[in-house]
């Protein structure tokens, strides 16, 4: 099982550049998300879907967009890059049978993403 | 708006000692909580999951408490080992629909030989 599979790994971006980062996850889950962290604040929810053709914003949607055409793949694309967007990006997935129950989450290993 | 808030942010101790995380919450209205592991420069990796319905979970020399009521979540790591140096995150899952996880900060863990 290969779990969350992120690309790239590391990516430097100039200022109005847009790029797409790719999610990927194997195990059927039906929620994916979005997250970025940066230095010594903790993780902070972009984007998320509870399935395919679903998405909902989270804390810090702007300047972000999200899809998800299929329950596989949930890419992120940055459309203007902008300094503020320099962070390290995690995607990561879970299950959620009936009702609300959550049976933990799986994260990718992150995107290093610097815009200059 | 769930707030989650974890002490100390960084920790350093010698081999060998037990040692307690501590996390702590706003809103006592959670579906469950969660501990995680962040080696740097690397993901998360998933140590215990609490149901709100629980008091503690245990996996090897990890032990995690969740006192619901009064917002207060602790991890217990009993005879630390260098390779436990890591962040740990505590993050907790609301009770309403379709909430995602909300964070904390981490405590940075240091455990030296």
Same mark, same amino acid.
């Given at each position: 099982n290969a779990g969350v599979t992120q690309t790239p790994k590391f990516?430097?971006?100039?200022? *109005?550049?847009?790029?797409?980062?790719?999610?990927? @996850?194997?195990?059927?889950?039906?929620?994916?998300?979005?997250?970025?962290?940066?230095?010594?604040?903790?993780?902070k929810l972009i984007y998320y879907s509870v399935g395919a053709g679903i998405t909902d914003k989270g804390e810090v949607p702007n300047g972000y967009n999200v899809s998800r055409s299929t329950t596989e793949d !949930?890419?992120?694309?940055?459309?203007?890059?902008?300094?503020? @967007?320099?962070?390290?990006? !995690?995607?990561?997935?879970s299950y959620t049978g009936q009702g609300r129950g959550v049976y933990g989450y799986t !994260? *990718?290993?992150g995107t290093r993403l610097t815009v200059v | 708006k769930q707030e989650v808030t974890q002490i100390p942010a960084a920790l350093s101790v010698p081999e060998g000692e037990n040692l307690v995380l501590n996390c702590s919450f706003t809103d006592s209205a959670i579906y469950n909580l969660q501990w995680f592991r962040q080696d740097p420069g690397k993901g998360l990796t998933s140590l215990l999951l609490i149901q709100s319905?629980? #008091?503690e979970q245990t996996s090897g020399r990890l032990n995690a408490s969740l006192d619901k009521s009064?917002? #207060?979540s602790t991890l217990y790591i009993a005879a630390s080992q260098p390779g436990d140096s890591a962040t740990y995150l505590c993050a907790v899952k609301g009770n309403s629909?379709?909430?995602?996880?909300?964070?904390?900060?981490?405590? #940075?863990?240091?455990?030296?030989?």
């Open positions: 990516r430097i971006l100039k200022i *109005g550049q847009s790029m797409t980062l790719q999610c990927t @996850q194997d195990m059927n889950h039906n929620y994916m998300y979005w997250y970025r962290q940066d230095p010594g604040m903790g993780l !949930f890419p992120l694309r940055l459309e203007l890059a902008a300094p503020s @967007q320099t962070s390290v990006y !995690f995607c990561a997935s !994260f *990718g290993s | 319905s629980q #008091r009064s917002g #207060r629909g379709n909430t995602p996880l909300v964070f904390g900060k981490g405590t #940075r863990l240091s455990v030296i030989a």
